[in-house]
């Protein structure tokens, strides 16, 4: 997933041309497919599930799911917990495959510059965004303007736990000290938190499912050179998770009840400066 994901070619090929091809896929296997191959890169449903319950996510609740990508935790909210979401991501390519998929509403934009009201939404999730922009502390204050005061953000962060050697281009791995300041500088308290690897891998059928879209892709772009850069990176962060120098951790963090005051977005773009939102 992203949000302010610097530029360039390899973050491209994960963000923008990678769902446009998973689309595709999960159009030629069926939809039994589109949540497992969308979640991919992302969390999975004990993580999810975690997530929804540690965030208070029922029927009828508004989720803005910030560098949504391809809309795959979103789309699982919506089934399995009968929430209300709307993605926020800045890549075209993800909009157009979440809206193909799920006809989610997608918002392009990026998690700097939310195109949603200030405390307007009693749930906000940000998975796998945190590592991908420097401007960490902006994307962090972001998540609080928008959410409601007593509302709950909650996050998948990439978090460096030793020496990180070769990391994917255009990650950057905060340490579990820096995520807890990130929150308490943006005014959020930390309400839970917990590492992927102590969660229930993900069933068999999803995983499955997850693989026959990949192995579908790679039988119709694997000569590609953005397949070729994608599977790079993908095989760079395998290695840091491998040998524990990252870890996936889950957080969720609460906004104080008596908090209604908007975080000023000073160096945050301006609205003109967004993209349209699409349905």
Request: glycine letters at 12%; one cysteine or more; hydrophobic letters at 50%.
């Amino acid at each position: 997933m992203s949000a302010d994901a610097a530029g360039g070619e390899p973050m491209d090929a994960e963000f923008d041309v990678m769902p446009r091809w998973i689309a595709g896929a999960v159009a030629a296997l069926g939809t039994d497919h589109a949540i497992p191959a969308a979640c991919r890169g992302s969390v999975g449903p004990a993580g999810l599930a975690w997530l929804a319950d540690h965030t208070h996510l029922g029927p009828g609740s508004v989720l803005v799911d910030v560098g949504g990508g391809m809309g795959g935790p979103a789309a699982w909210a919506r089934h399995e917990r009968g929430a209300v979401p709307v993605v926020v991501e800045p890549q075209p390519g993800a909009c157009a495959a979440a809206r193909r998929m799920f006809d989610l509403p997608v918002a392009v934009a990026t998690g700097t510059a939310v195109p949603v009201a200030d405390a307007a939404a009693p749930v906000v999730w940000c998975l796998g965004v945190v590592c991908t922009t420097e401007a960490k502390a902006r994307l962090v204050h972001e998540l609080r303007r928008i959410v409601a005061p007593g509302g709950r953000v909650g996050l998948f962060v990439l978090v460096a736990r030793g020496e990180v050697v070769d990391a994917p281009e255009g990650n950057s791995f905060p340490t579990d000290v820096e995520v807890a300041a990130l929150l308490t500088g943006a005014g959020l308290d930390a309400d839970a938190a917990v590492d992927v690897a102590d969660l229930p891998a993900a069933p068999r059928d999803w995983q499955d499912r997850a693989d026959a879209a990949d192995d579908l892709v790679r039988d119709r772009h694997g000569d590609d050179a953005a397949w070729t850069r994608m599977h790079e990176q993908e095989a760079r962060l395998g290695r840091l998770l491998d040998s524990g120098a990252v870890a996936g951790r889950l957080v969720v963090a609460r906004r104080p009840v008596a908090d209604a005051a908007p975080v000023s977005r000073s160096g945050a773009a301006s609205p003109a400066g967004r993209a349209a939102t699409t349905r």
